[in-house]
């Protein structure tokens, strides 16, 4: 074989194969509902919309500095003085392609050859593939009692000398837990005095609900931006439902930030410009539209809880943040490869199963859609897995009858 041993190794993103699947079965004119999905379906902001076609209009879309445009870069510092209550220079922040190669430019500048990276599970399935292309070995660490909160002491356990960096990901994709505050001192006490990098992972830092909050990490450590070893990751995907404009950052100590601007800069030179001032757009606009989808997705949270209570079998920990959540179902099946499959071809429902995540026996459902989809989606997994419910449902406009419980 003349492809990379490392190359072929790294697994394709379940989440995206699944859009594919989804797309494609829609094209055959087949109902599908796609609770796979992690994006909201909100229009982007009109503020980043009209900053966007305002650049576009000047005809000048050239290169921009590597590490993003000045006043982005500003907008970036006032969000994170705002929000994170620090003081950073313009030094501290590189702008990528989203938050995946924020991170992925983190690993790749911070990693040698075989250094462990601790992930805990559930974690978003992105970690360990990336980990693994920069050399790196990834460490899953699992909560045992089943709550989805890490805990201090498996982390303690899983320690080794060439551990290099742990991942944070709170409110968690996929289990919408919001990690303790106990947790999190605990956490980055140790890494502070270890010398083990703390990449935070805030994606979702403002998609929380029932008035809960993610403390900031650095509220956790006496050292400044240059000497501590949060570093701290977060973009306008989530934040305004603006996944396709592929814009992240990430606020790290000026020597580090330095690296991963000379390896963005051998890698995609820098994101678009009029990517970049539709995100300053969003950033300096009204951000009642952050509310308003936090809203409505705390209401779509609301609604599939209401959802899992009659239907028998299935648990699920109630999400405090993002648009997942995690039930388990293993009353039903054990194996979510399986029940995923099975659930796409009898239901048309788009799920990911557990396994993806490191939580074999769930599923990760998104209650980004619409209340409609949410509510049509767990009623056809209902009608597929409970012999108590009713067998015959319309799918589209297709009456399907149960015939296999
Ligand atoms: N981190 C987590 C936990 C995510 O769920 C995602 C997107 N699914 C990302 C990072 C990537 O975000 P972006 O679209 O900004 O690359």
Redesign the pocket.
């Known amino acids: 074989m003349t492809l990379s041993t490392l190359a072929r190794s790294i697994a394709e993103s379940p989440?995206l194969r699944l859009n594919e699947e989804a797309r494609l079965l829609r094209e055959r004119g087949e109902a599908v509902i796609h609770l796979g999905i992690?994006?909201p379906k909100n229009r982007a902001p009109l503020t980043a919309l009209l900053s966007a076609a305002a650049k576009l209009n000047t005809g000048e879309i050239k290169y921009s500095p590597t590490d993003g445009i000045p006043s982005l870069k500003k907008a970036i510092i006032r969000y994170t003085e705002e929000n994170y209550d620090k003081v950073i220079a313009p030094e501290n922040v590189i702008v990528s392609?989203?938050?995946?190669?924020?991170?992925f430019n983190i690993l790749y500048a911070i990693l040698n050859p075989q250094d462990e990276v601790l992930i805990l599970a559930p974690f978003?399935v992105?970690y360990p593939e990336m980990v693994k292309m920069c050399y790196g070995v990834p460490v899953i660490v699992t909560p045992e009692d089943g709550t989805f909160q890490p805990r201090f002491e498996d982390i303690e356990r899983k320690l080794t000398s060439a551990t290099k960096a742990i991942i944070v990901?709170s409110p968690?994709?996929p289990s919408g837990v919001i990690f303790s505050d106990e947790f999190l001192s605990q956490l980055i006490d140790l890494c502070e005095r270890r010398g083990i990098y703390v990449i935070m992972?805030d994606?979702?830092h403002k998609l929380v609900f029932d008035g809960k909050h993610p403390t900031p990490g650095y509220r956790f450590t006496t050292k400044d931006v240059e000497s501590t070893k949060i570093i701290v990751?977060n973009?306008?995907?989530?934040l305004y439902g603006m996944?396709g404009f592929?814009?992240?950052w990430a606020v790290a100590n000026r020597q580090l930030t330095q690296v991963m601007t000379n390896v963005q800069s051998q890698i995609t030179t820098c994101t678009s410009p009029f990517l970049q001032v539709a995100a300053e757009g969003a950033l300096t606009g009204l951000q009642s539209i952050v509310e308003n989808l936090r809203l409505a997705i705390q209401n779509n949270r609301d609604v599939i809880m209401q959802e899992f209570k009659s239907f028998p079998g299935v648990k699920c920990v109630k999400p405090e943040g993002?648009f997942y959540c995690l039930p388990d179902f293993r009353a039903y099946q054990k194996d979510s490869v399986a029940l995923s499959n099975f659930l796409l071809k009898k239901a048309f429902v788009v799920t990911v199963p557990g396994k993806e995540f490191g939580m074999e026996g769930h599923l990760r459902l998104s209650y980004a859609g619409s209340i409609k989809d949410v509510t049509e989606g767990i009623a056809r997994i209902k009608w597929a897995l409970d012999p108590q419910s009713p067998n015959e449902i319309y799918i589209g406009d297709k009456k399907m009858v149960r015939d296999w419980l």
């Open positions: 989440t992690g994006e392609a989203g938050a995946k190669q924020s991170i978003w992105s990901n968690n994709n992972d994606i979702y990751v973009g306008v995907a989530k996944t592929r814009i992240g993002t």
